[in-house]
């Protein structure tokens, strides 16, 4: 006689921070302009110390410029329901599976940017390690890491955000950071600065943004283990383009609304989509990747 009560509350769900389109420049594409978008930038003159003579220009030097190309691509995914789902699940409601594609995704635009800067080719490497095969748990993210860093930002002319660099970084990576006695908490400067989304605090000159959905190489480093990744970035490392006005959205088709492809009003869909977006790394010398092991 005992019985199994069914609580119709779900249990929450909580996203993510999703950090790594905010610190890019953002390019919108006026539409019927075609999927790639072009950007250039003259290269800078080579430092001249050598003196005119009387009356004589010298020689002329050429002028030089190099161009970035993005390619624009549409994203999304849904889900097809039936009529006798949303008459008898308890939980299939309509509101919940539009924050559910919601949700899904913010967070894959998201990792479309991540994916993107984890191709940055100016790698540091934990503890002296030669390549991302050599790393193990001990080789973890120290401060040492992020100043040299920061040594290799600067030496490249990378600008800041107003006066400090910027990490993303990972919880586990974060957690043996926070060992460093010159770590600062965010709650000691937040009243007087504006705080990035997901700003845990700062060091060395780097403020430091946390994420879960922050780059792990699963299993890339020595005897299987997993690599974090660590993107340090200056002002202008990467931008993100997108068709002007497109953004990204949830789309809901009721049932009967496909005409004879649903002759018994049965089949309803709902998902997500963008048109048109695409992220790239625009300078490469602003943005350094730093890889270490990790605390389990």
Same mark, same amino acid.
């Given at each position: ?97 539009? %924050?559910? &594609?919601?949700? !899904? /995704? @913010?967070?894959?635009? #998201? ?5 993107? *800067?984890?191709?940055? =080719? ?92 922050? %780059?792990? &190489?699963?299993? !890339? /480093? @020595?005897?299987?283990? #997993? ?5 340090? *970035?200056?002002?202008? =490392? ?59």
């Amino acid at each position: 006689g005992m019985q199994t009560y069914y609580n119709r509350e779900l249990l929450r769900t909580f996203e993510p921070n999703l950090v790594h389109l905010q610190f890019g420049d953002e390019h919108r594409m006026p539409p019927h302009s075609g999927l790639v978008m072009n950007m250039r930038k003259l290269i800078p003159l080579e430092t001249n110390t050598k003196a005119l003579s009387e009356g004589d220009p010298g020689e002329s030097v050429m002028l030089a410029e190099t161009e970035v190309t993005v390619q624009l691509q549409q994203y999304g995914e849904y889900a097809r329901c039936t009529d006798k789902l949303d008459l008898t699940h308890l939980d299939m409601d309509i509101m919940r599976r539009t %924050k559910l &594609f919601g949700d !899904a /995704g @913010a967070r894959s635009i #998201d990792a479309v940017v991540r994916e993107e *800067l984890a191709k940055c =080719a100016n790698v540091i490497y934990a503890n002296g390690k030669t390549s991302r095969a050599s790393l193990t748990a001990a080789d973890k993210l120290t401060s040492k890491e992020l100043r040299k860093a920061v040594k290799a930002l600067k030496k490249n002319h990378a600008q800041t955000f107003g006066g400090y660099y910027v990490a993303i970084i990972g919880p586990d990576t974060m957690y043996d950071l926070q060992e460093d006695d010159a770590f600062v908490k965010v709650s000691q400067y937040q009243d007087k600065e504006n705080i990035y989304t997901g700003e845990v605090g700062r060091l060395f000159g780097v403020r430091l943004v946390e994420t879960t959905e922050a %780059k792990v &190489f699963e299993g !890339a /480093g @020595a005897s299987g283990a #997993d690599v974090a990744s660590v993107i340090v *970035l200056g002002q202008y =490392a990467y931008g993100v383009t997108s068709l002007k006005g497109a953004k990204p959205r949830v789309i809901v088709k009721p049932a009967g609304s496909a005409g004879t492809a649903d002759p018994l009003d049965q089949i309803s869909t709902v998902g997500w989509k963008m048109d048109g977006f695409g992220a790239k790394l625009l300078q490469p010398e602003y943005a350094v990747r730093i890889e270490c092991g990790f605390s389990a």
